[in-house]
């Protein structure tokens, strides 16, 4: 007999226990007359093994009670077991679905809104297309693996608390919207060519110009998705591939000064250039000098700012006046300019300077 909570799974066992007290026979006797060894009678009465059709037949002949009342009770008890198992196992989901953003999703109109938990707990799945919830952990196992490694990527910071169920939440969202997007097979030489091209786009702060770098992605085989910032994500962006030929690169939007955004636009487009299609990078605020991080920053560095022109850069008076020109010559907005200068600590963070930048119009 299995309880669990308002529910009670009796086995046909049972009811056998009980004929056999009432006729004084022994299961030593009982299995003799039924032709079974004692070890497969005890499974049956303590409900571990099914009783089949033919068992139940023998029932009839031993014990005078039809087969049909014994195929009826295994029936229930099976019914019983399996709706104990399904309780179990919603308890189990509710426990993750609660720790994931439900309720900033629902708000973002990402997944819809419910009362009963095995509604929200569909409706979650259906989003992150798993049968169930447990398996959230294996199919996003990288991610999972990140965070429980921090000594790896992430460094536990006192200050916020960064979740790994709004990150894959988050990413899964981007996944989700790269899907609806068809893309040309992706060429790492037509990428590289585009660069000067995607750079200039920098100049304009406009809606057109960041649809226009989308447009670019898609010709060279990258999804590039600008996604609202989730809470206790603190993610800059992510790059992962989501095909033979395709790939994905998701950029946070909060806060994002112009700088910032080609910053991290420009990082991620190294890990897909450069890096490993079996990887997913994540780019945060708690990324620890991770050699493969830092040969992103490299890159997105170099990209927006050329080796051969650094030097000189370094020379000049930092005014408006100055970086707006030198921006100029290298067809990037100014605020990139004085954002690498500050990545390099050659310019502080709180200089008056900052009045060059503008908050990205996406």
């Not at 399904?86 to 009362?115: A, D, H």
Request: proline share 3%.
């Amino acid at each position: 007999m299995k309880i669990y909570k308002d529910m009670v799974a009796i086995p046909p066992g049972e009811t056998i226990k009980d004929e056999l007290y009432y006729l004084g026979m022994t299961q030593s006797e009982f299995a003799k007359r039924m032709g079974m060894s004692e070890k497969a009678i005890s499974q049956i009465i303590n409900g571990e093994a099914t009783l089949s059709y033919e068992t139940a037949l023998k029932l009839e002949s031993v014990l005078g009670i039809p087969a049909s009342m014994w195929n009826n009770l295994e029936a229930q008890y099976r019914e019983v077991l399996v709706r104990i198992q399904e309780e179990k196992s919603l308890e189990e989901e509710w426990n993750i679905c609660y720790k994931l953003p439900v309720k900033e999703m629902v708000n973002r109109g990402w997944i819809n809104s419910f009362k009963e938990k095995s509604e929200i707990i569909r409706e979650v799945k259906n989003f992150f297309s798993v049968a169930s919830l447990k398996f959230l952990s294996k199919v996003e196992e990288k991610l999972f693996d990140l965070y429980e490694n921090e000594a790896v990527l992430f460094r536990k910071n006192e200050t916020k608390e960064v979740c790994e169920f709004s990150m894959v939440s988050w990413i899964r969202k981007g996944e989700i919207e790269a899907n609806k997007i068809n893309t040309e097979i992706l060429s790492k030489e037509g990428l590289k060519k585009a660069i000067p091209e995607m750079k200039k786009l920098s100049i304009i702060n406009s809606h057109e110009s960041i649809e226009k770098l989308k447009e670019i992605c898609r010709e060279n085989g990258i999804v590039l998705v600008v996604l609202p910032h989730l809470p206790k994500t603190h993610v800059n962006g992510v790059s992962k591939w989501i095909g033979k030929d395709k790939a994905l690169i998701i950029l946070s939007n909060k806060g994002k000064k112009i700088d910032a955004f080609w910053f991290n636009f420009f990082h991620e487009l190294g890990h897909i250039l450069n890096h490993s299609k079996k990887e997913l990078f994540v780019n945060a605020n708690e990324t620890i000098g991770l050699e493969i991080e830092e040969e992103a920053n490299k890159f997105a560095k170099d990209i927006l700012v050329p080796k051969k022109e650094y030097k000189y850069l370094c020379s000049l008076t930092p005014t408006k006046e100055n970086l707006t020109e030198f921006g100029k010559k290298l067809d990037i907005h100014p605020s990139i300019i004085l954002g690498v200068l500050q990545y390099d600590k050659i310019i502080d963070y709180r200089t008056n300077l900052n009045s060059l930048k503008e908050n990205i119009i996406l």
